[in-house]
């Protein structure tokens, strides 16, 4: 069955936009502009600030819900079911670590590449997969399984890349792994995020936009007063401002004083982030959480491709074999081959159909806000 063009335009929006996401955050920090000092100029590394920037653009999914509810609400026939009573303190433990493992990643984005960054975010499906079972009770597919270890696979293809390419690069070897092994680390946080959403949030039957713009309320509101003693706890060389704090965030608004195009980069992720998080929601519900799943994998060969054509990193064959490996780990563990399978002589078109509606149905159980 052909696509419409409303979901054409959701898939297109999908993919730019959440390419952009990752691509905002790297354009602010390959900026180096003056501080507040306005003497010498220094790189634009401020990750809490622009996971605070993220939590607003989540924030704002909010704004977007109320307005669907009141234009619903303005039909004859209202189609949206009314909202359930629910706390919002519900939404905090997942926003506390959707905090934490985005604050994490931003930090990790400074020390390596944007297409690794992206693969490497990959790892969330291990993580996920094994807190599903020890906490969830679920039983996972032999296939699932098998993605899991494909994907392992696949991490290593791509760090073996990351140590061959940080030769040359601004970056040195120590500053790529650890953020390589900071971004894995990341995504357990993310894992465990998604266990407490299907746990608590899902079975409330909340608006994904709904959900998505709360967490965004809590992450904002807690990261932002965090950063007033962040901006006077030292961090030595894992800073990255003049001041040698975890964050200054003065500091930031000064070098976007002095070079305004990193506010626009800031523009751009805060942006993003919220038209991404719509489509998304949208594709899984005008097609399926399967073309959601093969979209966000999509948005990875967009990043590399965009990051070799601007010159922010170097070519390297085993991207190329790590990123095939991480899709095919991906596929596995999602049912993307079921469809394949239901291709062959052997399978009878009855029980293809239903291992591809099984597959579809464990495919809708993504994490609410699959980029922070």
């Known amino acids: 069955m052909a696509w419409s063009r409303y979901q054409l335009g959701l898939v297109a929006l999908m993919l730019l936009t959440g390419s952009i996401n990752t691509l905002a955050a790297k354009w602010a920090d390959n900026f180096s502009a003056a501080g507040c000092s306005g003497k010498e100029e220094h790189s634009f590394q401020h990750p809490f600030l622009q996971a605070v920037g993220m939590f607003l653009g989540e924030f704002s999914c909010l704004g977007v819900f109320y307005l669907l509810v009141w234009r619903d609400r303005r039909r004859p026939e209202p189609s949206m079911a009314p ?34 960054f992206q693969m490497l975010r990959g790892s969330v499906i291990i993580f996920t997969g094994l807190l599903s079972v020890a906490f969830l009770g679920r039983k996972l597919e032999l296939s699932q399984w098998l993605g899991i270890l494909v994907t392992i696979v696949g991490l290593v293809v791509v760090g073996l890349a990351d140590l061959h390419s940080s030769h ?6 120590s500053q790529v792994i650890t953020g390589d092994l900071l971004i894995v680390m990341a995504q357990v946080i993310v894992a465990i995020q998604m266990v407490l959403e299907e746990k608590f949030v899902y079975k409330h039957d909340v608006h994904p936009l709904r959900a998505v713009g709360t967490e965004g309320f809590f992450g904002f509101i807690i990261l932002a007063l965090l950063l007033v003693p962040m901006y006077y706890i030292p961090a030595g060389s894992f800073s990255g401002n003049p001041r040698r704090t975890l964050e200054d965030a003065l500091d930031a608004f000064c070098q976007v004083g002095h070079q305004p195009l990193i506010a626009l980069a800031l523009l751009g992720n805060i942006s993003s982030i919220a038209f991404f998080n719509f489509a998304g929601i949208s594709v899984t519900k005008e097609i399926s959480a399967t073309t959601r799943m093969v979209l966000d994998s999509l948005r990875t060969l967009v990043i590399w491709a965009v990051s070799l054509a601007l010159g922010w990193e170097t070519f390297h064959g085993l991207e190329i074999l790590g990123f095939g490996v991480l899709l095919v780990g991906a596929a596995l563990y999602n049912g993307l081959h079921r469809p394949l399978l239901t291709c062959l002589p052997w399978h009878t078109d009855e029980a293809g159909a239903a291992a591809e509606r099984e597959g579809l149905l464990q495919g809708e159980t993504t994490a609410i806000n699959s980029e922070s």
């Open 83 to 116: 909202s359930q009573p629910f706390s919002p303190l519900l939404f905090l433990p997942p926003a506390l670590c959707d905090m934490t493992g985005t604050s994490i990643m931003y930090v990790a984005l400074n020390m390596t590449s944007a297409s690794s």
């Open 168 to 173: 040359g690069q601004k970056h040195n070897l």
